[in-house]
Structure formats: structure tokens, C-alpha cells
């Protein structure tokens, strides 16, 4: 593996003819497909009920197209960032899943120590081992990011903002589409219920979330502070109101509301709103390095990485996610270059299309060499 290293180094090796084990992302879910028992494999691929949601994530980015200039020197790309005053290697973010324990006993650690060597963002969410604290001390130096779930009062609230910030994590997020859990059909249906769910408590402090415990939280932060779950430009004013510093544009991989709009649908409705008035954060089907350009060229700041997260996370560990991220950049960097720009700030909306998808939107329709035999509940 290239370790720390950017694959645009290594160009001059013909693709594919590598030692790298991993040279397709759709390897990664080949792998974990046979490493995972059913339920963990449905907790990455399911949605709630119709999963219509999951699949206009998809079907969003698919419905844009490129615009390509050519004739131009792209020979150096550059396809780095800088964010919450750290360069990163690409715009990205390992973005919060929780029970990441399920794919591997190192669970966030693993994610957060990969996402810091490759040079990537992480969001550890509440609900994931090992925790905060101990999350922190597996990757001190990476740009680490702490997700919250409400489940307690005020007091609770106040408690985990501190130990954040003691922490030395970057920002604070909350989570705010998370009113109602969802109905997941597919665990549903197997009569299957994850043993966290079993020991959770405190959901009525969710149900009971208003704006006042984002200003609660705003008042107590000394980092900046996202609200992930926005979906509207209405709320995402609200949000400004209330000294917001990042709005995310998600709607939980479609695992929340079903009939909801694909998250790139969504995404210039945020951006016309917020007018630079705050960064954005977007995520939403987004596996490949196509998928990342779009979202930088919409109006994203940065793009979380979700369900691929998993993938490489369950075939491979700490290593899998490092080498996530190197394919990721590889297809970023040579999209870059198609496209005639050797850095994101050369791009703007007219490299970009409207277009009618080609394949049938799915969790895996990004992948098509990759078939996975149905399960039949």
C-alpha cells in the first residue's frame, strides 16, 4: 500500500497491474459481502421502508453529467483541501455510522486512525465504540469530528460538548433528523433487533430536540459547530440565526424519512440559502470520485463517506479504510484532469449537466460489475 502516498505518484503504473489487492471499490463490497452475516450486511445496504429515499440518493447524482474543456496542462492535479485550518488530501469526510463495531472490534478507532494516515476528515457518531474519549486517543492527530445523538437533559448536553472540546476534537455536530427512529424493514422483517437498540434510552430527548438546544450548544463551544440533517433552505436560515458554522445536507443514507429528495437534489436549494454565509457538508450515496466532484462543483465544502466506509471498513479494517481513500482520489484526480482543471477552484457550475441516469437507481447501481445475489426475506 501507498501508505501516506498519493497514487498520482505511482501514475506511470498501468492500472490493474499493480500487487494492490484492492483495485476496484466494488472489491471492497464483494469482500464484505462474504465476511458479513445478514444483518450486518443489511445495516449497511437497507433503508427505511420503501428505501425510495436510499435510491433518489443515488438517482440525484446520476442525473448530472460533465461538461468537459480540453487542451489544458493537467499534468500536476491537486485535488486537496483545506478545512477547520487543516489541509487535507481530498475533500472528504469519513462520515458517522454508528455500531461500527459490527464490521470490525476496532470499529471507530480503526476508521479515525485509516482517516488519518490517507489524510481524510473523520465524524465519530455517539453511538459508535469506542467512544469519544478513547477514539481520540487511537488517532490524536487526526482532523477528528464528534457526532451527537441527544439522550439526556441539558446537564447531558453540556457534559459532552465539554468532554469534545477536551478532547481535541475539530468540531461538534448534531444530529437533527432523527426525531422518530425509523421503521427498517429489512431487520423487521428477519424479526431482528441490534442489541444497542435493545439498551437504548433517552429517545424522548430526541423527540423533544428544539432550536433552543442548538443555542445551548452554540453558546458553549469554543470549535464550530454543524448541524447535520438539513433539508430545506428554511431551516437552513434558522440555522444561520443561530450561529450555525456548518450546515449537512443529509437525510441519513435514506434511512429516515422515506420519500424524501436525494440529498443532491436538496443540495443547491442549501447553498442558494445559505449564500457562503456558513460551509456545507454533504453526503448521500456518494461512492465514487465522480460522485465527489459533482458535490464540490454543487457547492459542497466537503463530502461525507458513509455505506463505502463500511465496506472497506468490514473487508479490510484500518487498512481497508486507507485504501477506500486511495481509489477514492485516484478517480477524483483523473476526473479532475478529464475535465481540464488540475484543482477544484478551477471548476464552477458550467462543467456540469443535467442528464436522464442510465441504470436503475440502487445501493450498488455505482458499482456495475458488482452482483450480489438477492436475500429473500
Excluded at 308 to 319: K, N, P, S
Excluded at 321 to 346: K, P, Q, S, Y
Aim: charged share 25%.
Amino acid at each position: 500500500m501507498n501508505d501516506g502516498t498519493p497514487i498520482q505518484q505511482a501514475r506511470n503504473v498501468e492500472l490493474g497491474a499493480s500487487g494492490e489487492e484492492y483495485q476496484n471499490l466494488h472489491e471492497f463490497a464483494r469482500t464484505a459481502r462474504a465476511k458479513l452475516n445478514q444483518n450486518a450486511w443489511d445495516y449497511i445496504v437497507g433503508a427505511s421502508e420503501t428505501e425510495t429515499t436510499m435510491r433518489r440518493n443515488r438517482m440525484a447524482l446520476d442525473e448530472i453529467a460533465f461538461r468537459p474543456r480540453v487542451l489544458r496542462n493537467v499534468i500536476n492535479v491537486d485535488p486537496s483541501t483545506e478545512v477547520f485550518g487543516r489541509k487535507l488530501r481530498l475533500p472528504v469526510m469519513i462520515a458517522l455510522v454508528g455500531a461500527l463495531e459490527i464490521f470490525d472490534p476496532d470499529a471507530g478507532a480503526a476508521v479515525a486512525r485509516g482517516a488519518g494516515r490517507f489524510g481524510a476528515a473523520h465524524m465519530l457518531s455517539s453511538v459508535s465504540e469506542p467512544g469519544l474519549e478513547n477514539t481520540a486517543k487511537a488517532a490524536p492527530d487526526a482532523l477528528r469530528i464528534f457526532q451527537l445523538y441527544v439522550r439526556g437533559d441539558d446537564a447531558f448536553v453540556e457534559d459532552v460538548v465539554s468532554r469534545t472540546i477536551d478532547n481535541g476534537y475539530a468540531a461538534f455536530c448534531l444530529t437533527v433528523d432523527t426525531a422518530h427512529y425509523s421503521r427498517r424493514e429489512r431487520d423487521i422483517a428477519k424479526r431482528y433487533v441490534r442489541e444497542s437498540r435493545i439498551r437504548a434510552t433517552g429517545g424522548d430527548f430526541q423527540k423533544g430536540l428544539e432550536w433552543r438546544t442548538v443555542k445551548l450548544i452554540k453558546d458553549k463551544l469554543k470549535i464550530p459547530l454543524i448541524l447535520k440533517g438539513i433539508a430545506t433552505a428554511e431551516d437552513a436560515k434558522i440555522a444561520l440565526d443561530h450561529g450555525v458554522d456548518w450546515i449537512y445536507v443529509s437525510n441519513h443514507g435514506g434511512r429516515q424519512l422515506d420519500h424524501g429528495r436525494g440529498s443532491m437534489h436538496v443540495l443547491p436549494e442549501i447553498v442558494q440559502a445559505v449564500a457562503g454565509r456558513a460551509k456545507i457538508m454533504v453526503d448521500g450515496s456518494i461512492c465514487r470520485g465522480t460522485d465527489i466532484v459533482k458535490a464540490i462543483v454543487s457547492g459542497a465544502d466537503l463530502v461525507g463517506i458513509g455505506r463505502l466506509q463500511c465496506l472497506a471498513l468490514a473487508a479490510a479494517g484500518e487498512t481497508g479504510i486507507v485504501r477506500m481513500l486511495e481509489l477514492l482520489e485516484d478517480e477524483v484526480i483523473r476526473c479532475l484532469g478529464l475535465l481540464g482543471a488540475t484543482r477544484f477552484a478551477e471548476l464552477d457550475k458550467s462543467y456540469l449537466h443535467p442528464a436522464m441516469p442510465t441504470n436503475l437507481p440502487s445501493v450498488f447501481s455505482a458499482f456495475p460489475l458488482l452482483d450480489i445475489e438477492p436475500y429473500r426475506y
